[in-house]
């Protein structure tokens, strides 16, 4: 038969563990959310990686039951991306905004961050024209210019060397889609030479 | 019991349990800042770059592009009205109005995200291409057999969701302003 003392030794090595499991399980959880977003080998840029090289205008497959490669796309819009990396120099996008249907810019880093977005509503003349740089390459740009002619560029900083750029065009029936589809390949993404 | 057995237990149990909530968390949540509006759910900050930890894990792992904030706004509803998950055995009617947008579309994926496959090959309705009623307003059926009018068709006999994309809508920045009765509503009709 067991002494009181050894129940009660019992008791107290039980709860010790429960509350270092707990204690490490809060920690475990909380590590593992964090991390996520840095270790995970098949988030969207890894997929996107995977199709093609970088500066390169690449057109996804129309969202379907058989193409599960990005999951809630929308069979209504036309996607197509570039992935680039600024350590080539300054990124130059350009891309077709047609007047009268939806289409939109958005600029993504490679850790799913999304660091600007514009629609043709926002674009001039009917053309997307922006210019993707870091912090200190845009800084660099802008003390080799003269106050006299300010530049007239949208220039967009990237917090990251390496990201991509997605443009969407909208369909307005299922009959447009190849239409829209063809807009998105217009997408153009360049390095910009270095000027002297 | 010594202190080495009853540090590797608890941190054996601690690990697990860890992991194991990280993981359920990550497969029902749509982040911390998930607004839901009826039976309709918005992820608003997946489209921006200061999103809470949980809205960017849920990101990462299940690939997909949000829309930014400056693009538009999806909603997910993964219940009617009523609260009961959307079953394929059921008709459903979606309407009759939806938030101002210059387009929005009403689609059907399953519980991945993707379109299902079906017979009219029709996986997403347009605001442009919806018959319409004297005011305005629309019903769209969300049903397996062939309805007159506007008719989503459900594939398969999984569970489904329905997302809800508005494109250019003032109300992408800010979800929590969406009134209720601004969104389609779902009502089941009936069920097999």
């Known amino acids: 038969m067991k002494s009181p003392t050894s129940t009660l030794r019992l008791v107290f090595d039980l709860a010790t563990i429960a509350?270092?499991?707990?204690?490490t399980a809060g920690l475990v959880h909380i590590v593992s959310i964090l991390i996520v977003p840095l270790y995970a080998s098949n988030d969207a840029f890894a997929r996107l990686s995977a199709l093609g090289p970088i500066n390169a205008t690449i057109a996804l497959p129309q969202a379907s039951a058989d193409s599960r490669l990005i999951p809630f796309g929308d069979p209504a819009v036309a996607v197509a991306f570039c992935r680039y990396d600024l350590r080539n120099g300054p990124l130059r996008v350009t891309a077709p905004a047609a007047r009268y249907e939806y289409s939109s810019l958005s600029f993504h880093t490679n850790r799913g961050g999304i660091f600007y977005a514009l629609t043709?509503?926002?674009?001039?003349?009917?053309?997307?024209?922006?210019?993707?740089?870091t912090d200190e390459q845009l800084r660099a740009i802008a003390s080799r210019e003269s106050e006299d002619e300010p530049s007239q560029d949208l220039r967009i900083v990237s917090p990251t060397?390496?990201?991509?750029?997605?443009?969407?065009?909208?369909s307005e029936a299922p009959s447009l889609y190849p239409l829209a589809q063809a807009r998105t390949r217009g997408l153009k993404c360049q390095p910009e030479a270095p000027q002297s | 019991m010594d202190a080495l057995t009853k540090a590797l237990?608890?941190?054996?149990?601690?690990?697990?349990?860890?992991?194991?909530?990280?993981?359920?968390v990550l497969r029902v949540t749509s982040g911390l800042d998930a607004r839901t509006i009826g039976a309709w759910t918005a992820s608003v900050d997946a489209g921006v770059q200061e999103a809470d930890p949980y809205t960017r894990a849920s990101i990462e792992r299940s690939g997909e592009i949000p829309l930014a904030l400056g693009e538009g706004l999806q909603l997910v509803a993964h219940t009617d009205d009523s609260g009961a998950a959307l079953s394929p055995r059921c008709v459903y009617r979606v309407g009759s109005r939806a938030p101002a947008a210059r387009y929005w579309t009403l689609g059907l994926v399953d519980r991945v995200g993707f379109p299902v496959d079906n017979a009219a090959k029709r996986a997403v309705f347009r605001s442009s291409e919806l018959l319409r009623d004297e005011k305005g307003g629309f019903v769209i059926t969300v049903s397996a057999d062939a309805r007159a009018g506007n008719w989503l068709p459900i594939g398969g006999s999984q569970r489904f969701y329905l997302v809800l994309r508005l494109y250019d809508s003032p109300f992408s920045a800010t979800a929590a302003a969406i009134d209720k009765d601004a969104l389609p509503r779902i009502v089941r009709e009936s069920c097999r």
């Open chain 1, 19 to 23: 509350i270092g499991g707990a204690l």
């Open chain 2, 9 to 24: 237990v608890a941190g054996a149990i601690g690990l697990a349990a860890g992991l194991w909530s990280s993981e359920s």
């Open chain 1, 161 to 170: 060397y390496e990201g991509f750029v997605m443009m969407r065009a909208f």
């Open chain 1, 120 to 133: 043709d509503r926002a674009a001039a003349q009917g053309q997307f024209d922006a210019l993707v740089a």
